[in-house]
């Protein structure tokens, strides 16, 4: 009855683990949820009050734009601006999504053909491989191995296979090894596409969670990543809004508007008050958020460790393509 591109799928590992979780709560089993990346916490209240001031205005219920409203990818240049000096056009370099899933499933279907590869990391999100079996594309699986620094090793990413891919996907901080990039390697991955004319998207939902000081880079800080590349972003992680479904892409302008090709017919924009209010910063709301992202490292720390304690080489070969974490 389904179509191959169904039959083909791999089953989706959290639906998997779900039902794991469930099978077990109902034999009385007391489940630790390490797997998903769902914070327990709740959205800072300052959020959840702009969605209900916002959800009571009758200009708000009718059909939201497709690219995402203009004072919401404003809000999103300013903060690239400040957070890494990176400048962006909100008319042109800037969409928003419905939660970067969205925009990871289907930007392969804006660049890849039948038959062309797709360089994914693994372990890694297994949206990564999935967006690109949707399109017809063909897996490269990138190992990431506790001894080249959980980085991919482009030099071993055979030359044929170079040749015929289109687009790679890199993410750092990285789920789920808990890996940063140090900023050479994304000057390695611009040198890499710019010569095989290969679309990088960064996949930096984490941006905001990381440890002891240290700031995670954009990968459009790399010279030259703009020409090549996207980047995209989640509000799920960094403000406990993973139900709300919002995120954003940003980047090169021609990219940006392929994905907004396959979007504007697919679906018809975020719900304008879900994308309302919340980058916009103001003193009250930094200390919610400090405050948020101090119990949110608390959390993901347990987890973070967990990963770097387990052997993920033998993960890797155990788990070639469904071994990443939500
Ligand atoms: C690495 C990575 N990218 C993207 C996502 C998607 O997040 P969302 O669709 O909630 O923005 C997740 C979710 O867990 C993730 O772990």
Request: glycine share 6%.
């Amino acid at each position: 009855m389904f179509a191959k591109r169904i039959d083909n799928l791999p089953p989706y590992l959290f639906a998997r683990i779900d039902e794991m979780k469930a099978k077990k709560r109902a034999e009385g089993v007391d489940v630790i949820d390490l797997g998903v990346g769902d914070p327990d916490l709740p959205t800072p209240p300052h959020i959840v009050q702009a969605l209900i001031d916002a959800a009571k205005d009758p200009d708000n219920h009718h059909y939201p734009s497709y690219l995402g409203m203009q004072s919401f990818r404003e809000a999103v240049a300013g903060w690239y601006q400040r957070r890494f000096s990176v400048d962006l056009d909100p008319s042109s370099e800037i969409i928003s999504l419905m939660g970067s899933k969205d925009g990871v499933a289907h930007i392969p279907e804006a660049l890849v053909n039948p038959g062309d590869y797709v360089l994914v990391p693994s372990p890694g999100y297994p949206v990564y491989s999935t967006g690109a079996l949707f399109s017809e594309g063909k897996v490269h699986e990138m190992p990431l191995l506790r001894e080249n620094g959980f980085l991919p090793v482009l030099d071993d990413i055979p030359s044929d296979v170079a040749r015929k891919s289109k687009l790679m996907w890199i993410n750092y901080p990285n789920n789920p090894t808990s890996a940063i990039a140090p900023p050479k390697f994304f000057d390695e991955v611009v040198e890499f596409a710019r010569e095989h004319e290969i679309v990088v998207v960064s996949d930096n939902a984490y941006s905001e969670v990381s440890f002891d000081g240290y700031k995670a880079p954009s990968f459009l800080e790399a010279d030259g990543a703009s020409e090549i590349g996207i980047e995209m972003h989640s509000l799920s992680k960094t403000y406990n809004m993973t139900g709300w479904r919002i995120g954003m892409a940003v980047g090169n302008k021609e990219i940006i508007r392929g994905l907004g090709v396959v979007k504007t017919n697919i679906d018809s924009g975020t719900f304008n008050p879900v994308s309302m209010q919340q980058l916009q910063p103001s003193p009250a709301r930094r200390t919610v958020w400090q405050k948020h992202v101090a119990s949110t490292r608390n959390a993901v720390t347990c987890w973070f460790q967990a990963c770097r304690n387990s052997d993920l080489r033998s993960r890797h070969q155990k788990l070639p393509s469904t071994s990443g974490l939500r």
